[in-house]
């Protein structure tokens, strides 16, 4: 006879096998010698060294990017490419025994990374632009830090924070690699055929920076030690530089307050508008009453580079709590403004008022009012009449 609490008891059944499941494949992959094959860019390398560098009394460190590619053979291995390092923003910590990254920077930046690199497979697949091995998603690595003197491997906190990140159904990741970067080490004489689980680079004191590479599976649960090679960056693909948005994130914070301060609903997007990556950072503007949009494209590198403006007429299906979908609608009619005459675009200037010229070229406004200062007789003479007596003070002190 079933019972109301059989369910219950079969899902704590299933998940108890499961754990039991996991943990027999991680022993098996350790006696095994199961880990991943690890090539690294050496452009990676280097932004680790500049990294360390800046930082030599503190601990530091930064996120990494790349690809992991499986082996579907019955005894491959599944090979990690290490291809970029993303440094935290201003709000990091940094001191002698304690490093803590910053806020979302690094977040916004891997995201914009995947989302160009996801447009790239798009466009480039089954093409020479597109290797077939590198068809796969862009993905965040793990993070390398920089301990204090020679502590090579990974610490307890490390081991915990790691295992948190991967008990994380949320995050959905079964691996990290976690790279120790340490300095000071005496330059090593000779080269050695062993397969050892770390690299050296010299630096600019005459010491080396020294990087141990430790990996971490979610069913192994111990880090395990795994041999880098470190190839040119000529010979992986390269990531695209960061959009404007990311790296003047308080110009973009000005950039909207200004449009929405002057009457405008503002929404903003990446956007594919010419075919390439880097993608496009778009806002669409509309005012109140209106029946039509602006549309403003950005490249990655605004302000330098001006941005261009387009009409769209209202269409139906425009909803702008899906500003991407409604981007696209809007895209598919919209049709080129031309810049106002005698209209010159410079980076101190901002989307707004580039609008305004637009406007008033349109006849929707009047031009802004300049106020010019005017002098009459009476202020001259008053200014001068001033002049005489700081004149006549001064000889009568002397």
């Known amino acids: ?60 460190g930064e996120a990494m990017v790349g690809f992991v590619i499986n082996d579907d053979t019955p005894e491959g291995l599944p090979t990690i490419y290490v291809l970029d390092t993303i440094s935290p923003d201003e709000t990091a910590v940094r001191r002698s025994h304690t490093f803590q990254q910053g806020d979302a920077l690094q977040d916004e930046i891997i995201w914009w990374l995947q989302e160009n690199w996801h447009f790239h497979r798009e466009r480039h697949r089954g093409s020479e632009a597109l290797e077939d091995r590198f068809d796969v998603p862009l993905r965040y690595l793990g993070d390398w830090h920089k301990q204090p003197g020679s502590m090579i491997q990974p610490s307890h906190g490390d081991h915990m924070t790691a295992l948190s990140w991967l008990d994380d159904d949320d995050l959905g990741m079964d ?14 004489i000779g080269e050695t055929e062993l397969a050892v689980n770390y690299i050296t680079v010299p630096m600019e004191n005459g010491y080396d920076m020294r990087v141990d590479w430790w990996y971490i599976h979610r069913d192994v649960r111990k880090f395990q030690p795994v041999h880098p090679v470190v190839v040119p960056a000529d010979n992986l693909p390269s990531m695209m530089k960061y959009g404007w948005h990311v790296v003047l994130a308080d110009r973009l914070t000005d950039e909207t307050f200004a449009l929405a301060n002057d009457g405008l609903l503002v929404r903003t997007l990446f956007y594919e508008c010419d075919g390439e990556v880097p993608l496009e950072f778009c806002f669409i503007t509309l005012r109140q009453d209106s029946s039509s949009f602006v549309l403003f494209v950005t490249q990655h590198d605004y302000p330098q580079r001006d941005p261009q403006a387009y009409h769209a007429p209202s269409v139906a299906g425009v909803n702008l709590m ?24 410079s980076s101190d200037k901002q989307l707004i008022d580039y609008l305004i010229a637009i406007e008033v070229e349109m006849g929707l406004r009047q031009p802004p009012i300049q106020i010019i200062p005017v002098f009459n007789h009476a202020d001259e003479a008053i200014g001068d009449a001033d002049d005489l007596q700081s004149d006549s003070e001064a000889q009568e002190h002397d």
């Open 322 to 345: 899906d500003p991407v979908a409604s981007f696209q609608l809007l895209w598919e009619v919209a049709t080129r403004i031309e810049d106002p005459p005698g209209w010159q675009w």
């Open 175 to 188: 691996s990290l690699l976690v790279p120790i970067v340490t300095v000071g080490h005496a330059p090593i």
């Open 1 to 60: 006879m079933r019972t109301t609490d059989e369910p219950e008891f079969v899902r704590l059944m299933q998940a108890e096998f499961e754990h039991v499941r996991n943990r027999l494949r991680g022993m098996a992959m350790i006696s095994r010698g199961i880990v991943p094959n690890l090539v690294l860019s050496q452009r990676a390398v280097e932004r680790m060294l500049s990294a360390a560098s800046q930082f030599m009394a503190d601990e530091t």
